[in-house]
């Protein structure tokens, strides 16, 4: 499975693409991130990301896309940046019929470390080690989408299985049958 992660920003939109299975050595793909200038207005940002995307989506060619979930911060500015970023992952992803899916940062955190809340350091240490690279992809960002699409390899398609169970289960059984 190649997965394409995506850690979302407007400034710094990290991309991290690898290929694996759960229990067997991963692959990196490609890593790397797109920018986007803070003196730029918002829709131009935007665009950016969306063209860079793109860009990945056609060159990476992922069987699927894990986005960061965004959660709550004490900015609101921030998370409205990082949401608005994700938002475009997601819809590119979409317009391509590819299946998404969405990581909190502590889910990914244990995925990759064992631990929810290690810090950026710790997730860059353990993705050069899981991909048996020779440095530390930079930036932090880059690393974390790394650390994405990992977590989706080892997580998401057994999330993902059990969900296309779960649909088939219930357009077979007649209306109100099934109770999960």
Same mark, same amino acid.
């Given at each position: 499975?190649? *997965?394409?992660?995506?850690?979302?920003?407007?400034?710094?939109?990290?991309?991290?693409?690898?290929?694996?299975?759960?229990?067997?050595?991963?692959?990196?793909?490609? *890593?790397?991130?797109?920018?986007?200038?803070?003196?730029?207005?918002?829709?131009?940002?935007?665009?950016?990301?969306?063209?860079?995307?793109?860009?990945?989506?056609?060159?990476?060619?992922?069987?699927?896309?894990?986005?960061?979930?965004?959660?709550?911060?004490?900015?609101?500015r921030t998370v409205m940046g990082t949401a608005q970023a994700a938002g475009i992952a997601v819809l590119c992803a979409a317009r391509r019929g590819l299946p998404v899916a969405l990581h909190t940062p502590s889910e990914v955190k244990a995925a990759v470390t064992?631990?929810?809340?290690?810090?950026?350091?710790?997730?860059?240490?353990?993705?050069?080690?899981?991909?048996?690279?020779?440095?530390?992809?930079?930036?932090?960002?880059?690393?974390?989408?790394?650390?994405?699409?990992?977590?989706? *390899?080892?997580?998401?398609?057994?999330?993902?299985?059990?969900?296309?169970? *779960?649909?088939?289960?219930?357009?077979?059984?007649?209306?109100?049958?099934?109770?999960?």
């Amino acid at each position: 499975m190649r *997965v394409m992660g995506v850690d979302p920003g407007l400034t710094r939109c990290g991309l991290g693409a690898v290929e694996g299975r759960p229990g067997a050595p991963l692959s990196l793909v490609a *890593v790397g991130v797109v920018r986007t200038g803070a003196d730029e207005e918002l829709g131009a940002r935007l665009v950016g990301i969306e063209a860079g995307i793109e860009q990945w989506l056609d060159e990476v060619r992922p069987d699927a896309v894990a986005v960061e979930r965004v959660f709550s911060q004490h900015n609101v500015r921030t998370v409205m940046g990082t949401a608005q970023a994700a938002g475009i992952a997601v819809l590119c992803a979409a317009r391509r019929g590819l299946p998404v899916a969405l990581h909190t940062p502590s889910e990914v955190k244990a995925a990759v470390t064992g631990s929810g809340s290690a810090d950026k350091k710790q997730i860059g240490l353990m993705v050069t080690r899981l991909l048996r690279l020779t440095e530390m992809p930079k930036p932090a960002d880059a690393a974390d989408a790394l650390a994405l699409a990992i977590c989706h *390899v080892w997580r998401g398609g057994a999330q993902h299985r059990v969900a296309e169970a *779960v649909a088939r289960a219930r357009s077979r059984a007649p209306r109100g049958d099934v109770k999960l």
